[in-house]
């Protein structure tokens, strides 16, 4: 009866080696928009096998415990310092367990040069409050590059106005407010509008 007990074991030992749990998917590189002096919104792209993802900031380029839990793909990091390297890592959490850290460091903007104070205010947005077309008066007649972001960090739209176009079709977003973050070669602003 102990050779049963003992040929059972080892049978179960292999099966058991080759029932191992996949690995859940790394998130593979990680970005931020709107670097400002104290703030920026980071993003990552969707990893098929994810349930939701674990992030975290820091100062120093350890290797974090563990981090705050979102299902987005995108946060705004706050309440940072000016013209310092802040780390950023994320890990993607799915029914196997949890992924390797990715990890990514920026820079954050010297005090006077966010993206809220690069400008001298020479763009505007209308209507604010806007329910389909916002308009923007430009100072120059160039590309810009646009960013909206919802009201908890998630990036919902990216665009390209092309030079001598001063409008953009909003129409699809949901009621809420919103930060657009504009950027073009000679200028930098963030605008907060509501969408009706």
């Known amino acids: 009866m102990n050779q049963y007990y003992k040929l059972l074991a080892a049978t179960c030992l292999i099966i058991s080696s080759f029932a191992a749990k996949a690995q ?3 998130v593979n590189t ?3 928009v709107g670097i400002g002096s104290t703030s920026y919104v980071i993003s990552w792209p969707a990893v098929a096998n994810a349930i939701d993802y674990e992030y975290a ?8 415990a563990k981090g705050t839990i979102t299902t987005h793909t995108s946060v705004q ?9 802040v780390y950023i890592c994320i890990r993607t959490r799915c029914s196997t367990g949890l992924s390797q850290w990715t990890c990514q460091n920026f ?6 040069t966010s993206i809220n104070s690069i400008s001298e205010a020479k763009t505007t947005v209308y209507p604010n409050p806007v329910t389909d077309i916002l308009n923007f008066s430009l100072a120059d007649n160039k590309s810009h ?8 960090g998630t990036i919902v739209g ?14 699809h977003l949901n009621a809420g407010l919103y930060f657009v973050k504009f950027a073009s ?6 605008f907060k509008i509501e969408k009706r």
């Open 57 to 64: 900031i820091r100062v120093d380029n350890q290797i974090p």
């Open 30 to 32: 990680v970005s931020a």
């Open 107 to 112: 820079k954050t903007a010297p005090i006077g």
């Open 77 to 85: 990091a706050l309440g940072l310092q000016p013209d310092i390297v």
């Open 185 to 190: 070669e000679n200028e930098a602003q963030t």
């Open 145 to 152: 590059n646009i960013t909206i972001v919802n009201s908890i």
């Open 24 to 26: 859940c998917d790394t």
């Open 158 to 171: 990216n665009y390209t106005l092309p030079a001598g176009t001063s409008s953009l079709n909003i129409n």
